[in-house]
């Protein structure tokens, strides 16, 4: 049972002299994380409570589950931007549909994680070469910045699914 919780292992040896520090931590990761998870949250085009869950449910499995101590689990900016461009193009924010694809999306990708991780597949990361990981991060930072500009000069925006329109519709 213990390679499929670590907590176990973990969990029955712990020191009362690292409550202190663990809470500290736990404290300044959560005051982070709380504001980050929401305007991710709007990133994805979802509402703010909706990144309370997607920050808050993944610390606590990972804490049963995880193997790392030292470990980050929390939306990313890529992530969310990666759901509002897939699921607008099949329905309009704020409805329910919207939240529907999202959540069915979030599911998904669980899954296709989950099986990864099952049959030990995480090797093929190690073929994408550093260049490519670099061009993903610098475009996905461009298009989140651009995607931001509606908020920053108050204007209307319509989402596209191309970077040039819209680039066009804020000029």
Known sequence: ????????????????????????AGIIVASLLIPQGMAYAMLAGLPPQVGLYASIFP????????????????????????????VSAIAKENTPEYWGYALTLALLVG????????????????????????????????LIGFSQVKHLLGIKIPQTESFLSTVTAIF
């Open 59 to 86: 610390q606590i499995v990972y804490v049963c589950l995880g193997t790392a101590s030292m470990l980050s689990v929390a939306p990313v900016a890529v992530d969310s931007l990666m759901v509002a461009t897939a």
């Open 1 to 24: 049972m213990q390679r499929y919780f670590p907590i176990l292992n973990w969990g029955f040896n712990y020191k009362k002299t690292d409550l202190t520090g663990d809470l500290t």
């Open 111 to 142: 899954i296709i994680e989950l099986l990864i991780g099952i049959f030990r597949l995480g090797f093929i990361a190690n073929f994408l070469s550093q260049a490519v990981i670099s061009g993903f991060i610098s475009a996905a930072a461009i």
